[in-house]
T-cell receptor
């Protein structure tokens, strides 16, 4: 069964450093997303990406964040100048045009900012 | 504002003891209510999509139903491997999902 792959599974970074989280969505999917889940809290939407541009973003997704699809397979989330409160699980997801089968989520990257 | 509330927060069942999880929602222009299962340290795993009141979906021991204001996930004769957190999410006029906080289900052998 096709899956969304995320790397690394766990990243520890110092406050103020930049991190790049990587995702390989399902190959025939057209819509890509980043969500995050702070420990013990809800899964929260960050951004959606379609046709090489951001289609929607939440209030969380401020200038500190950026997304990119650098080639035909990867989808990345960059966090500039990380803060302690950025510590969370970051999930990448992808969907087909209809989204009728929900989104397929990756297993996540646990980001720890120290 | 679009909102999703799940209850109970946690549920412990004996193996074989059926029960229901609740998801109540307010959303502008519902374009789908989704149920996911999440195991510890993993991403949400898709279970069902429901679109209109009265709709029902089934998969093994799980059955999801939808009304205009809430959805239920019925678990019939659960087994220990059904232990997980069950998440409800709604999609409104945009493409983003609004998730509830989930119900943590523990099934005791």
């Amino acid at each position: 069964e096709p899956e969304v792959t995320q790397t690394p599974s766990h990243q520890v970074t110092q406050m103020g450093q930049e991190v790049i989280l990587r995702c390989v969505p399902i190959s025939n999917h057209l819509y890509f997303y980043w969500y995050r889940q702070i420990l013990g809290q809800k899964v929260e939407f960050l951004v959606s990406f379609y046709n090489n541009e951001i289609s929607e973003k939440s209030e969380i997704f401020d200038d500190q964040f950026s997304v990119e699809r650098p080639d035909g397979s990867n989808f990345t989330l960059k966090i500039r100048s990380t803060k302690l409160e950025d510590s969370a699980m970051y999930f990448c997801a992808s969907s087909d045009r209809t989204g009728a089968d929900g989104y397929t989520f990756g297993s996540g990257t646990r980001l720890t900012v120290v | 504002e679009d909102q999703v509330t799940q209850s109970p927060e946690a549920l412990r069942l004996q193996e074989g003891e059926s029960s229901s999880l609740n998801c109540s929602y307010t959303v502008s222009g519902l374009r789908g209510l989704f149920w996911y299962r999440q195991d510890p340290g993993k991403g949400p795993e898709f279970l069902f999509t429901l679109y209109s009141a009265g709709e029902e979906k089934e998969k093994e021991r799980l059955k999801a139903t939808l009304t205009k204001k809430e959805s239920f996930l019925h678990i019939t004769a659960p087994k220990p491997e059904d232990s997980a957190t069950y998440l409800c999410a709604v999609r409104g006029t945009g493409n983003q999902f609004y998730f509830g906080t989930g119900t943590s289900l523990t099934v005791i052998p």
